[in-house]
């Protein structure tokens, strides 16, 4: 079975700082990893993925996230956050060999960037 | 513009109703998929559906149902027998087929209020 952990509700960060939002996963073999980002009463937009290749994957607005297979890991970080970048986030993942299966996602980090 | 088109954008349902959640994707994407999200619980996967005439159930298909008459078209009907439909619904697609991450493109996403 697939399954996503994004261990903290709420992320609060100051405008400036850098910023990290947890995800863990559990696949059988390896992982497509996404992360979305969703403001309110919207729909999700992709930020980054990671496939395979380099564990350091560069995405929109300046966010990138680092893939740990050993921890099972796939944090966002972002190096001086906006006040802007305030909305919900969404890890994602699906095994590579899992036969098109759906996405199945966490259950959201809400961050908050204070001026 | 390629897109996935979800509406009504709010949709306020009586007790005993069925009511109907249009998604229509121009993207030629194979798959489409339906999720409910609820504060604090992330999406949810209703439905699914790689090919037309044919679609899985996901999670929580109790009290929901679906068809996929033509490639482009998903529609999501939320049934007297959900006794608890007051969440925003998402829909969503991707390909399948080709070279690609199998990342999903989401609709904006309607609102369901039970009165």
């Known amino acids: 079975a697939q399954s996503v952990a994004q261990p903290e509700d709420q992320v609060n960060v100051a405008e400036g700082n850098p910023l990290t939002v947890k995800c863990t996963y559990s696949?059988?073999?390896?992982?497509?990893l996404f992360w979305y980002v969703q403001y309110p009463n919207r729909g999700l937009q992709f930020l980054l993925k990671?496939?395979?290749?380099?564990?350091l994957v560069k995405g929109s607005y300046g966010f990138e996230a680092e893939f740990n297979k050993s921890q099972t890991s796939f944090h966002l970080k972002k190096p001086s956050a906006l006040v802007s970048d305030s909305a919900l986030y969404f890890c994602?993942?699906?095994?590579?060999?899992?036969?098109?299966?759906?996405?199945?996602f966490g259950k959201g980090t809400r961050l908050s960037v204070i001026a | 513009d390629g897109g996935i088109t979800q509406s009504p954008k709010y949709l306020f349902r009586k007790e005993g109703q069925n009511v109907t959640l249009s998604c229509e994707q121009n993207?030629?994407?194979?798959?489409m998929y339906w999720y409910r999200q609820d504060p604090g619980q992330g999406l949810r996967l209703i439905y699914y559906?790689?090919?037309?005439?044919?679609?899985q159930k996901g999670d929580i298909a109790e009290g929901y149902s679906v068809s996929r008459e033509k490639k482009e078209s998903f529609p999501l009907t939320v049934t007297s027998a959900q006794k608890n439909p007051t969440a925003f619904y998402l829909c969503?697609?991707?390909?399948?087929?080709?070279?690609?991450?199998?990342?999903?493109?989401f609709g904006s996403g309607t609102s369901v209020t039970v009165v």
């Open positions: 990671y496939i395979t290749g380099d564990n």
């Open positions: 994602a993942v699906r095994a590579l060999n899992s036969g098109n299966t759906p996405l199945v």
């Open positions: 993207l030629n994407h194979d798959a």
């Open positions: 559906s790689q090919i037309v005439n044919d679609f």
């Open positions: 969503a697609s991707t390909t399948l087929t080709g070279p690609g991450d199998y990342g999903y493109t």
């Open positions: 696949v059988s073999g390896n992982p497509y």
